[in-house]
């Protein structure tokens, strides 16, 4: 296994971790919990000393799953992070709620402490001061009684919002959804990332499956080596100087090995030479939205890039609807506000025809 230093700390994490949220659902309906557990023990020996657990995941087992296998394991031979936001937190924000939720996830995963704790999920700027303001003094005074070792974030936001939320300089690390279908335009919030000497943490390396199902798209990643496209994708990402940690979710013993093979003899580069390496690459991916963010100042107030994401999924051949109600919390037909003054195409990087594109969207409702 190839390891890094996880930002300014002391810690070497494997350069792949493991993603606690795909157990198997089979087992976990049958009550095969200590099945599933196995996975985690497998990866651990095969060198993985990084694993990201959260409340929620699996049917809310996946704590519980992970806790049953660590407590096996060396405390000091691995690294564990959970979750929390107002949204785990019945929306309340008091000192007992927040403690109650880090104490079962402690429980759960059968540890004294946190490794990291994650203000998850932030998917804009007025999300995350609203969380931060409510909840950030909790995180301090759980770090100050050694529950925690260290204050951490999870974003999805996009283009300069990552930038913002860096110079709070209030995290340790962050977690952010970074892979070969959106790295050309996250490079400013990963560098500003690492020069502030977080740790960064990579989930959804593969872009939720997208990469491995259209290896159309994404064979360049595989030149030069015997890697399929899913081990290809999670090298790439691994590859980046900057990242600490890239996610693998694993199901099974042979997800544990791909993410293990995907970087044997790893050769870690600055994201620049990354960038440069692959810059007319993939052109396939024209017509994709990259998540830049630079069309984002609708008069309508239309979230244009989550919209744009959507449409990827649609492109794929997956379910934008499911995309914009279950992941970004958007109504359909705010897609339908839109009166085409031509404003985000002008700007828009990939000169993709949004308004075309919102028009299809608005037709699902
Ligand atoms: S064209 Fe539509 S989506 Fe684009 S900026 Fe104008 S109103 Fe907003
Ligand atoms: S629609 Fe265009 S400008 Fe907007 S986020 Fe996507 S690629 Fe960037």
Not at 339 to 347: A, M, P, S, T, W
Request: proline letters at 3%.
């Amino acid at each position: 296994m190839y390891y890094k230093q996880y930002g300014n700390t002391n810690m070497k994490v494997s350069a792949v971790g493991m993603g606690t949220m795909r157990y198997n659902d089979d087992d976990i309906n049958a009550g095969n919990l200590e099945k599933c557990a196995e996975i985690v023990l497998y990866a651990h020996e095969k060198g993985i000393n990084f694993f990201d657990s959260a409340p929620f995941y699996c049917q809310d087992k996946s704590e519980i799953i992970t806790g049953m296998a660590l407590s096996q394991l060396p405390r000091d031979s691995y690294f564990i992070s959970s979750k929390v936001n107002l949204g785990t937190l019945d929306k309340k924000s008091s000192a007992d709620d927040f403690r109650r939720r880090l104490e079962t996830s402690l429980k759960r995963l059968k540890v004294d402490y946190l490794d990291f704790y994650y203000l998850w999920c932030m998917l804009d700027m007025e999300s995350f001061k609203k969380q931060y303001d409510l909840l950030y003094k909790h995180f301090e005074q759980a770090k100050s009684e050694g529950l925690i070792r260290h204050i951490t974030v999870s974003s999805h936001m996009q283009g300069n919002d990552l930038e913002k939320l860096v110079d709070t300089e209030a995290f340790s690390g962050i977690l952010i959804g970074y892979n070969a279908l959106n790295y050309r335009f996250r490079q400013a919030g990963i560098a500003a990332a690492y020069n502030k000497g977080m740790g960064i943490t990579v989930m959804n390396p593969l872009g939720g499956g997208l990469i491995p199902e259209n290896p159309e798209y994404f064979s360049y990643l595989t030149e030069g080596s015997d890697l399929t496209v899913a081990q290809a994708a999670l090298r790439f990402v691994a590859s980046h100087k900057e990242i600490s940690v890239a996610l693998a979710g694993c199901t099974t013993k042979e997800h544990v090995d791909d993410a293990v093979k995907a970087v044997e003899g790893l050769v870690e580069k600055p994201a620049a030479e990354i960038y440069k390496e692959y810059e007319n690459s993939g052109l396939a991916l024209n017509n994709l939205c990259t998540g830049c963010a630079y069309c984002d100042s609708c008069p309508q107030g239309i979230e244009i890039p989550k919209f744009m994401d959507a449409y990827n999924l649609h492109i794929f051949g997956k379910n934008m609807a499911d995309r914009l109600k279950h992941h970004w919390s958007l109504p359909i037909n705010k897609a339908a506000e839109c009166i085409r003054c031509g404003k985000c195409e002008d700007l828009c990087t990939q000169h993709l025809p949004i308004m075309d594109r919102l028009e299809e969207i608005a037709q699902l409702n």
